[in-house]
């Protein structure tokens, strides 16, 4: 029986969904209903209508997140559930607001930001006494829209309901998606930012998650930044601030004692979000995933993926991955994630510290690489099928993607090969390597895939002027004399070992690439055999075979969101054909799995990974 075919008296309708809009209610919300660009002082919230799109269809919906609604198949399908999902109808019960929040955006304060594109619709209490938070994307223009029209596109819309989805299914903490609606209403787009614009199709998302407050949330009451000279909107509300702190605690961190006007229960809700926070980011670089916009406003409160714009899902192993292609000095590459979000659980203690001692935050802060090492460690055991821990665990880990890089593989695909080897009994070291060779890029396709930002001259100069003022006198270890230009020295580090690569494999052959990566993996595959028989002695498990393959096959994707693969599912529902997109779903959703369309676990050779959304 499909879910929701029959009449389930448990399940409710859009007409019928429980609200309890406690963030309106225990928050202050803006006094003015002037719907225009403008400061909004001292309030969380201004309450906003959505506006009202054209035609709209629903693209795909996800089922099993609007469970978390109560909301049958039944309903999901009605005539009306495309005018309610986009902001056309109005949902009884819902209240609709554009939060206020402001940001560090790729490190300097922006003031105010707050929901542009987005709006609260409201919170809903399902049958189990659960309260989920739902929220409209491209819904309409909010008094924090800036000059922007408060739109979003199908482009952007699908790539963000899709990644949502397959993020919660690969276990990675995450906001969901429950559908995303498109209209025959247009706005105009300069989609790669080159001077030529195009027509493309109002779409609405609705997002789910227990709340979407945010670092940024409580920068609005910081005061004047030194360096941009801008102050949040509400700076010296403390009263606000401990408002809002006494709801975040209430409703989502109920089970740490105390009151917020106690510092220790403070310093222990910090706790708790920077922990979040680590385990986190640690889930991302066990699968490969690139954020793309860690600024402090695309933080979540609870530690959850949220606002996914230009993110991307790593193919060939690069640790100095970029997937925003605006990001050019390589401040939110793939490997500089941890200290990043080290960074905005910082700026978030900054906050705290209005109303309790920065000692003690700062003293939380600094066992941020314990909690991560600790989640991230496990998380890689779990992909290679070890049972027990090992002090040589990180060398282990740092050589497998030492090794990845040097041969160009698939992020993906290096662990499904892995975990197809029996490291046990009947090992063929000759046989493993050459499948592992299959991974592996050829010269011609390494060639596609370096693409350095910067020339090797610029590189060659930049690496000089860095070098000149990490000498100065005065200056701090990892002081970054570009900063001010926005480029980070390990993207101009990344690049200076790119032109060496390109010009190391422009005197190679064929033979020699080959030899190079058979010799790289045959070394680390036996440090990885031993490392198996000496787990299996340890583990005393009478099934230990069997126990590290399920292991294993429940760590290791076959499938993620590659770009190649979401630009097709996007190509064809430009042109109103959907199969592809509500495909993909089907598939992320069951990531463990081998889809029947091989594509699917493919790389795009010389896709470099880098996008635009907006």
Same mark, same amino acid.
């Given at each position: 029986m499909r879910y929701g075919r029959l009449r389930d008296l448990s399940m409710k309708t859009l007409e019928t969904l429980t609200f309890d809009n406690a963030a309106l209610r225990d928050l202050p919300v803006d006094t003015s209903p002037q719907n225009v660009p403008r400061q909004v002082k001292n309030a969380c919230f201004s309450r906003v209508d959505p506006t009202p799109l054209s035609s709209p269809k629903t693209v795909?919906?996800?089922?099993?997140?609007?469970? $978390?609604?109560?909301?049958?198949?039944?309903?999901?399908?009605?005539?009306e559930f495309p005018s309610y999902l986009c902001g056309s109808k109005l949902i009884p019960g819902a209240?609709?607001?554009?939060?206020?929040?402001?940001?560090? =955006?790729?490190?300097?304060?922006?003031?105010?930001?707050?929901?542009?594109?987005?709006?609260?619709?409201?919170e809903v209490i399902n049958n189990e006494s659960q309260r989920w938070e739902i929220q409209f994307k491209g819904a309409g223009k909010t008094p924090f829209s800036r000059s922007a029209d408060g739109r979003k596109v199908l482009r952007s819309s699908l790539r963000e309901f899709l990644c949502s989805e397959a993020m919660f299914h690969l276990g990675v903490p995450t906001t969901r998606a429950g559908?995303?609606?498109?209209?025959?209403?247009?706005?105009?787009?300069?989609?790669?930012y080159d001077g030529h614009p195009i027509n493309e199709k109002c779409t609405v998302i609705l997002r789910i998650a227990p709340t979407f407050i945010?670092?940024?949330?409580? *920068?609005?009451?910081?005061?004047?930044?030194?360096?941009?000279?801008?102050?949040?909107?509400?700076?010296?509300?403390?009263?606000?601030?401990?408002?809002?702190?006494?709801?975040?605690?209430?409703?989502?961190?109920?089970?740490?004692?105390?009151?917020?006007?106690?510092?220790?229960?403070?310093?222990?809700?910090?706790?708790?979000?920077?922990?979040?926070?680590?385990?986190?980011?640690?889930h991302w670089q066990t699968?490969?995933?690139c954020h793309g916009v860690l600024n402090t406003d695309n933080m979540s409160? $609870?530690?959850?993926?949220?606002?996914?714009?230009?993110?991307?899902?790593?193919?060939?192993?690069?640790?100095?991955?970029?997937?925003?292609?605006?990001?050019?000095?390589?401040?939110?590459?793939?490997?500089? %994630?941890?200290?990043?979000?080290?960074?905005?659980?910082?700026?978030?203690?900054?906050?705290?510290a209005l109303i309790?001692? %920065? *000692?003690?935050?700062? =003293?939380?802060? *600094?066992?941020?690489? %314990?909690?991560?090492e600790k989640e991230y460690n496990q998380l890689m055991r779990r992909k290679l099928g070890l049972l027990t821990e090992s002090s040589d665990d990180a060398e282990l880990f740092s050589k497998l993607f030492a090794t990845m890089r040097e041969t160009h593989s698939d992020f993906t695909t290096t662990f499904l090969l892995l975990q197809s080897f029996d490291l046990i009994e009947g090992f063929n070291s000759d046989e493993a390597v050459n499948q592992m060779l299959t991974n592996c890029l050829s010269i011609e396709d390494v060639t596609k895939t370096l693409k350095p930002t910067y020339s090797k001259a610029d590189c060659a100069a930049l690496l000089q002027i860095i070098s000149q003022f990490s000498l100065a006198a005065g200056n701090e270890a990892g002081f970054n004399p570009l900063a001010r230009y926005g480029i980070e020295v390990d993207s101009v580090l990344r690049d200076h070992q790119i032109h060496q690569d390109l010009e190391n494999f422009g005197k190679m052959t064929a033979e020699d690439r080959d030899k190079q990566c058979r010799d790289k993996w045959s070394e680390w595959l036996q440090m990885?055999?031993?490392?198996?028989?000496?787990?299996?002695?340890?583990?005393?498990?009478?099934?230990?075979?069997?126990a590290r393959g399920d292991l294993q096959r429940k760590s290791n994707p076959v499938v993620v969101p590659r770009n190649h693969i979401l630009q097709r599912a996007i190509d064809r529902a430009e042109l109103g054909d959907y199969s592809l997109a509500r495909r993909l779903l089907e598939v992320f959703e069951q990531p463990y799995e081998k889809p029947a369309e091989q594509w699917l676990a493919e790389r795009d050779v010389g896709d470099k990974g880098a996008c635009t959304v907006t």
């Open positions: 795909v919906y996800s089922s099993s997140a609007m469970r $978390l609604l109560n909301l049958p198949l039944s309903e999901l399908e009605r005539d209240e609709y607001a554009a939060h206020c929040y402001c940001g560090h =955006q790729f490190g300097y304060f922006s003031g105010q930001l707050g929901d542009g594109a987005t709006m609260y619709v409201g559908s995303c609606v498109v209209s025959t209403d247009t706005v105009v787009r300069d989609v790669l945010r670092f940024g949330s409580f *920068e609005i009451f910081k005061s004047i930044d030194r360096l941009t000279g801008r102050p949040g909107p509400s700076v010296g509300k403390t009263d606000i601030l401990k408002q809002l702190l006494r709801y975040t605690k209430s409703r989502f961190y109920p089970d740490i004692p105390g009151e917020v006007e106690e510092e220790d229960t403070v310093v222990a809700m910090y706790r708790e979000i920077m922990e979040r926070t680590a385990r986190l980011v640690a699968v490969g995933f409160i $609870l530690g959850l993926t949220i606002d996914y714009g230009p993110y991307g899902f790593m193919e060939t192993f690069d640790p100095g991955f970029i997937c925003n292609g605006s990001d050019k000095g390589g401040r939110y590459s793939y490997e500089a %994630q941890p200290a990043i979000c080290k960074w905005n659980v910082k700026k978030l203690g900054e906050m705290f309790v001692s %920065q *000692e003690k935050l700062d =003293q939380v802060l *600094e066992s941020w690489e %314990q909690v991560y990885y055999k031993t490392r198996v028989q000496d787990d299996s002695e340890k583990s005393n498990d009478s099934n230990y075979r069997q």
